[in-house]
């Protein structure tokens, strides 16, 4: 281990001590909570994630109430975060709990480690946070802290690199406050040490043991290969109106929001003249259409360019029973209210800019 990082431990716990936020996971740190509160916290903010784990907790307030629940309900508390796969995973490993450990989360990081969506930061953090068991719990975050502290230009992506700081820190990890210590770098992370922008140094604790710091490097690291560009996709989103409903169609049980819900599109920006002779050939009767205008949503390799439009159905208008004047495509739609959108169907953040105008 070339940085000394056992010299940072009483300054972090001392800051931690008088900074950490107050966050519920953390007041309340039982198993169950450290768990969900840390799967949400991937790719999302800490402020964003409080009122979600809140509603989260108050619907399914243990591993029991997790491994039962209906995926669609599911699927809709986790509405807004993103990356689904995070609930099925947590629904997955929930029903491995119930099962094997009586509905119990284990005290053990290696057998936390054989759960559906948890690989080594999790663990740790459980771990450490809700067990006092000392493991590291190494995400992003806490690769940029330490690295800055090495003054280290190791390229933060690589899983070696990743592998090789969990075992610096597992060496080192202080016994008595393993959970306040992987906690304290993180916190530092999120609030001094900042991604994106330029670190607040004359906040941090360990200013005086940075090397990053006395190098003047801590805007060069941490180190990451360039981002390839991402794929853009133009979309055409139908917003389908009748009698007070409002079409909606399941995605794909693969790829990207997988067994989601979605808007009606057709791929490309069309114009409005191009909605209407779409419609027609697909022997739809149309009242109005109204433009929304354009959106846009990223995704972690893909960027969706959209172009919207209200499409106002005649009441009496059938598009999702078997007919031989319409598309195959009109006929998987399904319809929904306002209260419905809002309370049963899971409709993706990537459609916000749309979905509004159905609530």
Known sequence: MTYNYSDTIEYLLDWYDLNARILP???????????????????????????????FIKDLPDIKALAEVPEEKLLKLWEGLGYYNRARNLQKAAKHLLEDYDGVMPADYQALLKLPGIGTYTAG????????IPEPAVDGNVLRVMKRLANSFDDITSSKVKSTLEQDLREIMPLE???????????????????????????????????????????????????KPRKLEEKTLLVFKKAGKYALQKRPSKGLLAGLWELPYVEGRCLIEVVEE??????????????????????????????????????????????????????????????????????????????????
């Not at 007041?27 to 009122?51: C, D, G, H």
């Open 25 to 55: 996971w953390r007041s309340n740190p039982k198993p169950y909570f450290v768990w969900i509160s840390e799967i949400m916290l991937q790719q999302t903010r800490v402020e964003a994630v409080k009122a979600y784990f809140e509603r």
């Open 125 to 132: 953090a459980i771990a450490s946070i809700a067990f006092q």
């Open 278 to 359: 779409y419609l027609i050939k697909a022997g739809v009767r149309f009242e109005s259409i109204e433009p929304l205008g354009a959106g846009k949503h990223i995704f972690s390799h893909i960027e969706w360019h959209m172009m919207g439009y209200l499409i106002v159905l005649p009441d009496d208008e059938i598009v999702n029973e078997t007919s031989t004047n319409h598309d195959i495509w009109l006929e998987s739609l399904v319809w929904a209210d306002r209260k419905e959108i809002e309370e049963v169907y899971t409709l993706p953040s990537a459609f916000d800019t749309y979905k509004k105008y159905m609530l």
């Open 177 to 227: 406050r393993p959970g306040d210590f992987n906690q304290a770098i993180m916190e530092l992370g999120a609030t001094v040490c900042i991604p994106g922008g330029k670190p607040l140094c004359q906040k941090c604790p360990v200013v005086h043991l940075c090397q990053g710091y006395k190098n003047k490097n801590e805007m060069k690291i941490p180190v990451k290969p360039e981002k």
